[in-house]
Every structure is written in structure tokens, then in C-alpha cells.
């Protein structure tokens, strides 16, 4: 209940305006993003892998309707890929991206093509790209517009979300040999008729998906905190034989940082989702909808107006 009230004020103005004009909102946003220029992405990307960590980095903005914004996020991505490699962090550091922030919304063609020069900086750079999975009414066209980006740039990323009932079919489609494959369980509010709604099944959903992608050929990325899930996916690479470059973790930056310390330290690769930029709002609100304890903070940072 409380989940979907968040997700739904994640798509408020109103509530949006509110928060950031808060005075501390910034301090309880700089847990979870970079910051708000690349400088900042850089520098964190630094230390992350300074600490035996993997990234891979976004550039926050999302479900864009205006060309212009697309094409400046294709040249954010354009001078951030540039930078990397600049700062030999590539190919610790990646990137991923939305499709609706490159113009999926009103063009599919051009968020592609913006796709497409992402993806050839970032093969010049020595490194890859993933497509973030944003909700159910894009992820046909998202499919599409990886599998399109596949033929020339293979390594291309995907990401399913385990919410979906469509999504145990989804890995079997794409747990091919070099496919790489993020598992997420979901994050968007989605109706009944499209996704699981109880987390038990959602749960359930994931480790059918988990099975399929590590019973596979191709490169299962498993984005979860949930520490029964990460114990899982440990005990299937055991299962089938999978050596620690064979698949990864993904977690959250800000989100469990000690378990993202204490696995690498086992000898997992674990990469951290590391988010910059100013259009923070939606993504902190979906991460306020997965662990409502963390309104505490933002309810702080809010009675700090008065
Ligand atoms: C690397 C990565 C990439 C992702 N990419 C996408 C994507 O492209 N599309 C998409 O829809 N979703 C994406 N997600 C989000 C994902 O779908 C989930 O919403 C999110 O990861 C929470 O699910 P969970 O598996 O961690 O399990 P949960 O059951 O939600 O959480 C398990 C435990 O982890 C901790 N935890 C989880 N979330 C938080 C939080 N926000 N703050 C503090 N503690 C927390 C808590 O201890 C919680 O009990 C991504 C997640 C990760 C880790």
C-alpha cells in the first residue's frame, strides 16, 4: 500500500517541487547518486574501484519528450565514456541506460540511434553498455532496440525484471552464449494482469529466472540486496559451475554497502549502480518504495523547512 502511494507521487510535479526544495534533501539524496556532474561520477567511480568494485553508471533523467534533452543526454554519456577511458576506468566501469531518456517515448529511431552512439564510444573506450528495463509498456521496444544493438555491439546488457509474468520467457530467449543478462525483481507500480503483485511471488519469480539465466550460456548479472536471493545465486554458480567471472552481483550504490564489500572480498566480481546528475526525484522515490524505513530520512530532511 504504502509502496504504490510513493511510486505514484513519483510521478507527481507537485510532490516533486516539495521535496526538492527541502534544505537537507540534498544531504539524504547524496547517500544514494554521485552527485550532479560527471566530475562527481568520476570521483566516486575512483574510490569504488579503488575498493576492489565494479561499476556501472547512469545518468539520471528519464521518460524525456523533448529532442533536445535526448541528444544531450547521448553527449553527457558521449563525454562520460571519454572521460573514463581518459581515467583508465574502463573496463572496470560501464554504463547503462534509459531508453525513454534518449527519446523512446516520442521516437524509437532516434533513442536507437542515440543508443547506437553510445554503444560505439563505449566499444572505443573498452567498454560496455546496458539498457536499463523501465515499465512494462516499453519493454517489448526495449527488446527490440537490444536486439538490434546486439548485432553490432554483442555485449550489450539487458535487464528483466522478475516481477514480470513475462519474464521466465524472456530468459530463456536471452540466456544465449555472451549474452549479458541483469535479473532485477522490478521497481515500476505495475497492474495485476502484467506482473506479480505479492513478494513471495515475485521472490519465487526471481529464483525461476535466476535458474534459467545460470542454467544457461550466457552472463547472468544478479542486481538484488535481498540476502537470500545473493545466497542463491552463490549456491546455483556452485550448482553449475560457474567461476567467478562467469557471472556477477549488482547492487545499488548507497544501498548494503558492506555486502557489496564482504562479496567482492570473497572473490565476486560486484558491480555498483552508481547514478549522477540533477534529475534525482523518480529514481530516489523508487528507492523510497522499496524500503519505506528510508522516508525517515526524507521525513527529516522535510520538517527541516519549518
Ligand atoms: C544494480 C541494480 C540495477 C537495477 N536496475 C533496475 C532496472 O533497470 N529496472 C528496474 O525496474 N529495477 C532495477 N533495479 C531495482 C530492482 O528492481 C529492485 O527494485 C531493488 O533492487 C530492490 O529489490 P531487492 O532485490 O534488493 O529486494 P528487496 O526485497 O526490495 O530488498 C532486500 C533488502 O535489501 C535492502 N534494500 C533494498 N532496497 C533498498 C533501498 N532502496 N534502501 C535501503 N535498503 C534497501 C533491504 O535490507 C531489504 O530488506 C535495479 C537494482 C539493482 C541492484
Redesign the pocket.
Known amino acids: 500500500m504504502l509502496r504504490s502511494v510513493i511510486l505514484a507521487a513519483s510521478r507527481s510535479g507537485r510532490v516533486e517541487r516539495l521535496v526538492e526544495s527541502a534544505p537537507l534533501t540534498r544531504g539524504v539524496v547524496r547517500r544514494f547518486i554521485a552527485g550532479d556532474g560527471d566530475e562527481a561520477a568520476l570521483a566516486c567511480t575512483q574510490e569504488l574501484v579503488a575498493d576492489g568494485l565494479a561499476v ?1 553508471i547512469d545518468h539520471l533523467g528519464e521518460d524525456t519528450t523533448n529532442p533536445a534533452q535526448a541528444e544531450a543526454t547521448r553527449d553527457e554519456y558521449l563525454g562520460l565514456l571519454d572521460a573514463l577511458a581518459t581515467a583508465e576506468l574502463t573496463p572496470a566501469a560501464e554504463v547503462s541506460l534509459k531508453l525513454s531518456a534518449l527519446g523512446q517515448l516520442f521516437d524509437e529511431k532516434v533513442a536507437y540511434e542515440h543508443a547506437r552512439a553510445i554503444c560505439a564510444k563505449a566499444t572505443e573506450a573498452g567498454t560496455t553498455v546496458t539498457l ?3 515499465d512494462h509498456t516499453t519493454t517489448d521496444s526495449t527488446l527490440e532496440t537490444l536486439a538490434r544493438l546486439r548485432v553490432d555491439f554483442p555485449t550489450t546488457g539487458a ?1 528483466l ?1 522478475a516481477y514480470l509474468r513475462r519474464t521466465e520467457a524472456d530468459c530463456r530467449e536471452l540466456a544465449t552464449a555472451g549474452s549479458r543478462v ?1 535479473l ?5 507500480k505495475e497492474p495485476e494482469s502484467v506482473a506479480y503483485q505479492s ?1 513471495l511471488d515475485v521472490d519465487k519469480s526471481y529464483v525461476r529466472c535466476l535458474n534459467i539465466l545460470m542454467a544457461g550460456e550466457g552472463y547472468p548479472m544478479l ?4 540476502p537470500r ?1 545473493v545466497s542463491i545465486g552463490e549456491d546455483r554458480a556452485k550448482w553449475f559451475d560457474r567461476t567467478n567471472d562467469e557471472f556477477e552481483f ?3 550504490y548507497g ?2 554497502p558492506e555486502e557489496q564489500l564482504r562479496l567482492a572480498n570473497l572473490g565476486y566480481t560486484v ?1 555498483v ?1 552508481l547514478p549522477y546528475g540533477t534529475q534525482w526525484y523518480a529514481y530516489m522515490m ?2 523510497l518504495a ?2 519505506p524505513a ?1 522516508l525517515s530520512f526524507f521525513a527529516r530532511a522535510l520538517r527541516s523547512k519549518r
Open positions: 556501472t536499463d528495463a523501465e535487464v525484471q541483469r532485477c525483481k522490478g521497481a515500476y513478494r542486481a538484488t540486496h535481498d536471493l549488482q547492487m545499488l544501498v548494503r558491480r549502480y523508487r528507492r522499496e524500503r528510508n
